[in-house]
């Protein structure tokens, strides 16, 4: 079956501190792999995505991505946590349905980013 | 960039009330529209796919005569929420896709920002 994990409910870092936020997959074939970041009470904003080319990709408000085929991992960096970063984040994985694609999302990581 | 919008953002209502939300690509054709609900604190969760001119398609478990979805154009997709009762409380949200999905492999979908559904 094809699967999103973030394994961590929640992440805590001070301002100024490098974040990182967890992503696994499990897909058949290529991954076409997603960032969002929801703000409450507000729908998702896309972050960054990864398709092919380089594994790490630069993304919106400056945050990155790392894809590691080995591992199946996709996890979001950012060097410098500021404290409006904090949100909620989802990974996702397209995935082909009848034709055509849709989104399957891991159960989202809190990020709490303290002054 | 591509912007959807979605309205209302919130609607309080009473049991057996039927509720229309709205979600509209403002600046792209949207062929297809996605319709997710949201439980507190959890993830999002696929209801169905909405398609431009035909029938949408439904994910499993997800009652057809209870949410009506239409799509009449390539920008306005609509989730009518039937006979709603407090079990259907819940944060939904929309998004689509610029151009055709099937043709356009890895374009990130575009969210509304969601419609706060409470059934008293």
Redesign the interface.
Known sequence: AQSVAQPEDQVNVAEGNPLTVKCTYSVSGNP?L?W?VQYP??????LL?Y?TGDNLVKGSYGFEAEFNKSQTSFHLKKPSALVSDSALY?CAV?VP????????????TRLAVHP | GAV?S?HP?RVICKSGTSVKIECRSLDFQAT?M?WYRQFPK???M?MA?S?EGSKA?YEQGVEKDKFLINHASLTLSTLTVTSAHPEDSS?Y?C?A?EGL??DR??Q???????T?LSIL
């Open positions: 076409y997603f969002y009470n507000r729908g998702l904003q896309f995505k398709i989802f397209r349905s009848g034709g055509y694609n849709k989104l399957i999302f891991g159960a989202g | 959807v979605q953002s297809t996605f959890q993830s999002l696929l796919t398609n398609t944060f949200i998004s896709g999905m099937r492999e890895g990130p979908q575009h969210f509304g920002d969601g706060r």
